[in-house]
């Protein structure tokens, strides 16, 4: 059972997502991360890699023992069967985490970080409140072509297959627009900070 108050924070791709949620941890917020429970699911000795072995393969496993990202992240691009097994495995796997990691949190709340939150009723269940970390969509482009190598129609690819922006915006509760620099980001993350610890408060004493 979560004991505390969840802010379910996500974004599209070259949002900003992970940076927005170290700036959360910075001012004292327990921080869980789906995405970082996915990695230690798919490391060498990871619960999930035997049934991910089992239904793709041995050549989907690393000389370490760890998932091929790559050669899994071109398989499911191509065969959406095979991005909806995957997906079979893993979430499950992840939602469990996700609830064991706020089960233990302790704070006014915490920060529940989920690329598809709005796509997942699961997660919308879990958490109080919703923070979308947005941007100008070519700002998204350049960021993504930067850090990752990808060119541009592959990042445009990979964004096409993503909730569309704008459904994003209606559906959140709050929403930052990191289109800035980090220096803004953080402020307006400050600033989060404090309406959250707030309104979260008034809300658990009601």
């Keep these: 059972m979560v004991g505390v108050k969840v802010v379910g924070l996500t974004g599209g791709i070259g949002s900003g997502k992970t940076a927005a949620a170290r700036y959360f941890a910075a001012q004292g917020v327990v921080v869980v991360d789906t995405d970082e429970l996915s ?14 072995v089992a239904r793709f393969g041995p050549d989907f496993q690393r ?22 097994e995957l997906e079979a495995i893993l979430h499950p796997m992840i939602l469990e985490d996700s609830l064991a990691a706020l089960a233990k949190a302790r704070g ?3 920060v529940l970080v989920v690329p598809l ?42 964004m096409a297959t993503q ?10 509760d709050d929403i930052i627009d ?15 900070h404090r309406y959250y610890l707030s309104s979260l408060a008034r809300a658990r004493s009601q």
């Design 63 to 84: 000389a370490d023992g760890a998932l091929d990202r790559l050669r899994m992240r071109e398989l499911v691009f191509r065969q959406p069967s095979a991005r909806r």
């Design 108 to 110: 006014a709340y915490a």
């Design 163 to 172: 909730m569309p922006r704008e459904d994003k915006r209606r559906l959140a």
């Design 39 to 52: 990695h230690a699911l798919t490391a060498p000795g990871g619960r999930a890699m035997p049934m991910l």
């Design 117 to 158: 939150l709005f796509e997942s009723q699961a997660y919308r269940d879990v958490v109080d409140r919703t923070l979308l970390i947005d941007c100008d969509k070519e700002v998204q482009v350049a960021r993504v072509m930067q850090r990752s190598g990808l060119s541009e129609s592959q990042v445009r690819a990979i």
């Design 178 to 192: 990191n289109s800035g620099s980090l220096s803004e980001l953080a402020l307006q993350v400050e600033a989060k």
